[in-house]
């Protein structure tokens, strides 16, 4: 269960690469690149990525999710939670 008032941030074990409106984040471990869990985000998912800076908690985030994309309150909340979840999973983003 993800808290709202959690302050997450980016993994150091991931590079991110901005491509146009979208990254793509690549997994590295001993200074070796894994090309076999390349993950691309689109829009929304780069800014919430944008928006991880170790100063924002969840409940920050959802708000500029809502505003910046126009998005009621609880299709943002369910969004950038799920986007939490696999983040978390994949070991992208860490408390």
Do not use: C, Q
Request: glycine share 6%; net charge negative.
């Amino acid at each position: 269960m993800i808290n709202l008032n959690t302050i997450y941030f980016r993994s150091p074990r991931i590079v991110a690469r901005k491509t146009g409106d979208e990254y793509v984040l690549v997994p590295v471990s001993d200074n070796i690149a894994d090309m076999s869990s390349v993950y691309t985000l689109n829009v929304t998912g780069a800014f919430i990525w944008d928006s991880l800076d170790g100063i924002k908690n969840v409940r920050d985030i959802i708000a500029e999710v809502e505003g910046e994309f126009m998005v009621d309150g609880k299709t943002a909340l369910e969004d950038v939670l799920s986007f939490f979840h696999e983040l978390r999973e994949y070991l992208i983003i860490a408390e």
